[in-house]
C-alpha cells in the first residue's frame, strides 16, 4: 500500500492520477489532496477518497471545503496548505501536479520530508533544478518525472550506463499551430491556441505547446533531472506523439519509449515505481498508424523554446525569470491583453533584462519567478 498525497488535485494530470489510483485500491491510499480554488471538485474528490488532509489555495476557499468535507478531514488555507500535504507524516509519496511556479516550494518541503516524488510540474526544476536535484540526492529523494518526456527517457535509461548516453532527444508534437504560416501567427487567438490536436491538458500547457515554450522548458527540466549539458539535448518535431522521447548512447544506438497519448500513462509509470501498473488503455497499434514522421522544430516560427537554451547559458536565477515572464506572458496572451507572437518576444526582453545571480536558495528562485512575471507584465502594460 503506497500513501499518496496528490497536490493539484483537481487539475487535468491530479483528475487522471485519481482516475488511475481509483483503479488500484489494493495499492493505493490517498492521505492528502491539494486544490487550489476548485471547492466543488475537491469536495467530490473528497467524499471519495477520504483524504485525512485538504488543502486550498486560500481562506475563502477553506472555509467553503470545510462545510462540504466529510467530518474529521483537516483543511489547511494557502502555501501552508500544499506544504502539509507534502510533508504529511503518513505520506510516502507526492504527485507534485500543481501549475507553474506555485508548485515550487511543496515539491522543495516534499523533498525535504523525504518523501519520494513523481514531479509533473516542471517550473520547480526550471526555477530552483540545481538546487532541488542536490537536495534530493543529499535526502536519498527519488524524483520520477511525470512529463512523457521525461517519463520516456526515464525508461530509456533504465539498464544502461549513464556514462554511456551522447544525447537525449525530446520529442515534440508541435502543439495546434504547427501548420500555421508565420503571418498568420500574430492574430491567432486563445481559443486556436487552446485546441491541442493530441494532448487534453491545463490552459498554461496547452498555450506553452502552442509557442513550443513548453520544449524549453522540458530542456531546463531535463538538464537537471538526467545532469546532461544542454547542447546534448536535442528537440525534434513528431506529430504523432507516439514516440514520447529517446536516448542515443555512443554506439549510435537510440533507446526510445512508445505508448498512446495518455498521460495516465507516465503517471501510472510514476505511481508503479519500481514495477508498472496494469493499466487498461487503448493499446498502441502501430499497424493502424502506419507511419512516425519527424521534423526539426522552426526556431523562426516558434523562437521561445531558443530561450530555454539562452537561460540555462545564462544560468543562476534565469530560468526563473524565463518561467515567470512566461506565466505572465501567457495570461496576458489567454486574457486578450497581448498577441500570440508577443508571447515570446516579452520572454526574451525579461530575460536579456535581468541581471544574472548565482542561485543560492529556493526563496531566491521564487524572487526571480516574481521579477519576470512583473517585467513581462510591465511590457503589456506599456
Ligand atoms: N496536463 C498535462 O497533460 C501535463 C503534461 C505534462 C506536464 N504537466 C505539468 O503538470 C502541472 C499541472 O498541469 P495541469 O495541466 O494539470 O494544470 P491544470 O489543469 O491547470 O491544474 C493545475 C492544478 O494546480 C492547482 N493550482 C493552481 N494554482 C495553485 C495555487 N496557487 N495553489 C495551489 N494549487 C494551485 C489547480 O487548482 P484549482 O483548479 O482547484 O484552482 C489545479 O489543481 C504543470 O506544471 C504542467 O506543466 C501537465
Redesign the pocket.
Known amino acids: 500500500m503506497k500513501r499518496l498525497a496528490i ?8 483528475v ?1 492520477a485519481l482516475d488511475v489510483v481509483a483503479r488500484f485500491p489494493e495499492r493505493f491510499e490517498v492521505v492528502a489532496l ?5 471547492v466543488a ?2 469536495a467530490e474528490q473528497a467524499a471519495r477518497f477520504r483524504p485525512r488532509l485538504v ?3 486560500d481562506e475563502a476557499a477553506a472555509r467553503e471545503v470545510a462545510r462540504v468535507v466529510p467530518a474529521g478531514v483537516e483543511v489547511v488555507a494557502g ?1 501552508a ?2 506544504v502539509a500535504a507534502a510533508s504529511h507524516p503518513d505520506v510516502q509519496f507526492v504527485l507534485a ?4 511556479g ?2 515550487l516550494r511543496s515539491t522543495a518541503a516534499a523533498i525535504e520530508a523525504g518523501k519520494e516524488i513523481g514531479l ?4 520547480s526544476l526550471v526555477l530552483a533544478g540545481e538546487l532541488l536535484v542536490r537536495r534530493a540526492a543529499e535526502r536519498g529523494v527519488t524524483i520520477l518525472p ?3 518526456e521525461h517519463s520516456a527517457i526515464h525508461q530509456s535509461l533504465v539498464g544502461h550506463n549513464r556514462a554511456e548516453v551522447r544525447r537525449l532527444l525530446l520529442t515534440a508534437s508541435g502543439g495546434p499551430l504547427r501548420g500555421v504560416p508565420a503571418d498568420e501567427l500574430r492574430d491567432v487567438t486563445p481559443a486556436r491556441a487552446l485546441r491541442h490536436p493530441n ?7 496547452t498555450i ?1 505547446s502552442a509557442t513550443l515554450m ?1 520544449k524549453g ?1 522540458e530542456v531546463i527540466e531535463a538538464r537537471w533531472l538526467f545532469d546532461v549539458e544542454p547542447r546534448r539535448i536535442d528537440i525534434v518535431v513528431h506529430p504523432e506523439s507516439i514516440v514520447h522521447s529517446m536516448v542515443e548512447y555512443i554506439d549510435g544506438s537510440m533507446v526510445a519509449q512508445l505508448g498512446v497519448s495518455d ?1 495516465r500513462g507516465p503517471i501510472s509509470y510514476a505511481l508503479g515505481h519500481p514495477g508498472r501498473l496494469a493499466l487498461d488503455l487503448a493499446p498502441l497499434d502501430l499497424v493502424r498508424l502506419g507511419r512516425l514522421t519527424f521534423e526539426p522544430p522552426d526556431a523562426v516560427r516558434f523562437p521561445a523554446f531558443t530561450l530555454a537554451y539562452r537561460a540555462l547559458e545564462l544560468g543562476g536565477t534565469a530560468p526563473a525569470v524565463l518561467s515567470g515572464a512566461d506565466e505572465a506572458a501567457v495570461a496576458a496572451f489567454l486574457a486578450g491583453r497581448c498577441r500570440f507572437t508577443d508571447v515570446a518576444e516579452l520572454c526574451a526582453a525579461a530575460l536579456e533584462a535581468h541581471a544574472v545571480e548565482p542561485l543560492r536558495s529556493v526563496e531566491q528562485a521564487l524572487q526571480a519567478s516574481e521579477w519576470g512575471r512583473r517585467e513581462a507584465e510591465r511590457r503589456v502594460g506599456r
Open positions: 497536490l493539484g488535485s483537481t487539475g487535468s494530470i491530479g487522471q491539494s486544490a487550489g480554488r476548485n471538485r475537491l488543502a486550498v489555495a502555501e496548505g500544499a501536479a500543481i501549475s507553474g506555485a508548485g509533473a510540474n516542471k517550473e511525470v512529463d512523457s494532448w487534453s491538458m491545463g490552459d498554461k500547457i506553452d513548453n522548458l498521460m
